[in-house]
C-alpha cells in the first residue's frame, strides 16, 4: 500500500536577487513512502520509484486532484512532461 506524506501544488516562489525579485516556476511534487519502503518525491516528470520501478502516476494525480477529463479540457494541466517522447501514430 503506498502512502502520501506530503503533496506541494504548482507555484511560483518569490526569490531575492540583487536588482530585484525573480519570480521561479516550482511544479507540482508528491512526497510518499512505496510499497518497497522508499519515500520517493513524485513530479509530472518522474512518477515512478527509482528502487523498485513501480509507476505511481495514479497516486500522483489523485493526491493533485488531476484526472484523465480535466487534461484533455485543460492542455496546460497535463501531467505529461515537456521531456517525454512522442506517441507514435
Do not use: N
Not at 500500500?1 to 525579485?21: H, P, S, T
Not at 510518499?32 to 513530479?43: K, N, Q, S, V, W
Amino acid at each position: 500500500m503506498v502512502k502520501v506524506l506530503k503533496c506541494i501544488g504548482a507555484r511560483y516562489e518569490l526569490q531575492d536577487v540583487e536588482i530585484g525579485k525573480v519570480y521561479k516556476w516550482c511544479p507540482a511534487a508528491v512526497s510518499l513512502e512505496c510499497e518497497c519502503g522508499e519515500r520517493p518525491t513524485l513530479t509530472s516528470s518522474t512518477t515512478t520509484c527509482f528502487r523498485c520501478g513501480a509507476d505511481h502516476m495514479d497516486v500522483f494525480a489523485e493526491a493533485l486532484g488531476i484526472h484523465k477529463e480535466d487534461e484533455d479540457q485543460s492542455p496546460w494541466r497535463s501531467l505529461r512532461s515537456y521531456f517525454s517522447r512522442p506517441k507514435p501514430i
